[in-house]
């Protein structure tokens, strides 16, 4: 007979679900995530889904009000500035690190840009252009920088993925977009010093500047 699902199991994989629909904009900035009905939704015990919402809490995609109820997170300008700042700050660095190591071998970053090249919703462009950088972070060998960065993911997609649908309804060009300016990069660490690379990579964030919403 086939073991039921762990208590930890259930509350991963409930977390796991409104962590893709928060992420691929399903579910919308400020709407409420009341325990009752999204465990009856999604076929659980309110238990799992209280425990799900504290780890989305944890990653910043949920947030409560003084009364206890949670809400998808709804990013503000200061946010999206503040987020915008630490990439900029934290990534260029990574890429100088990792200059040497990809230097021998782009076959992870490679392999990336293949997959985003397939991909079949912006959704999924987003998930891949995080993990493309994420590579590059894993790569620069300082394990407190990936910690960090890390620590972000979770804001991160959820930046980014604002930024990709708004950009995505203004030019049908996301996708191809980000192939080229991730093969760009690849190009770079090929053919380029450690400190060119951090500053192809400053630039490739800074482009993300007029997407920003502007802060009053």
């Known amino acids: 007979m086939p073991k039921a699902p762990s208590p930890s199991s259930r509350s991963d994989s409930t977390a796991s679900l409104?962590?893709?629909?928060?992420?691929?904009?399903?579910?919308?900035?400020?709407?409420?995530?009341?325990e009752a009905a999204v465990a009856q939704r999604l076929g659980v015990s309110r238990v799992p889904v209280r425990e799900a919402l504290f780890t989305l809490e944890r990653e910043g995609l949920v947030e409560f009000s003084a009364t206890g109820r949670a809400f998808v997170k709804d990013l503000t300008t200061s946010d999206f500035e503040e987020l915008y700042v630490l990439r900029l700050n934290l990534?260029?660095?990574?890429?100088?690190?990792?200059?040497?190591?990809?230097?021998?071998?782009l076959s992870s970053l490679e392999e990336n840009v293949a997959a985003t090249q397939r991909a079949k919703s912006v959704h999924e462009v987003t998930r891949l252009d995080l993990e493309f950088h994420e590579l590059i972070l894993h790569m620069s060998g300082n394990t407190r920088l990936l910690k960090l960065w890390r620590s972000l993911r979770g804001e991160l997609e959820l930046w980014l993925g604002r930024?990709?649908?708004q950009h995505q309804l203004q030019t049908r060009e996301t996708q191809a977009q980000t192939v080229e300016a991730h093969r760009g990069i690849i190009e770079g660490f090929k053919t380029q010093t450690p400190a060119a690379c951090e500053?192809?990579?400053?630039?490739?964030?800074?482009g993300w500047r007029e997407w920003l919403p502007i802060v009053s």
């Open 18 to 34: 409104l962590r893709q629909e928060i992420v691929s904009g399903e579910a919308a900035p400020g709407n409420l995530l009341a």
């Open 163 to 165: 930024l990709h649908r």
């Open 199 to 206: 500053r192809l990579l400053r630039e490739h964030i800074l």
């Open 91 to 105: 990534e260029p660095l990574a890429a100088r690190l990792a200059a040497p190591h990809f230097k021998k071998d």
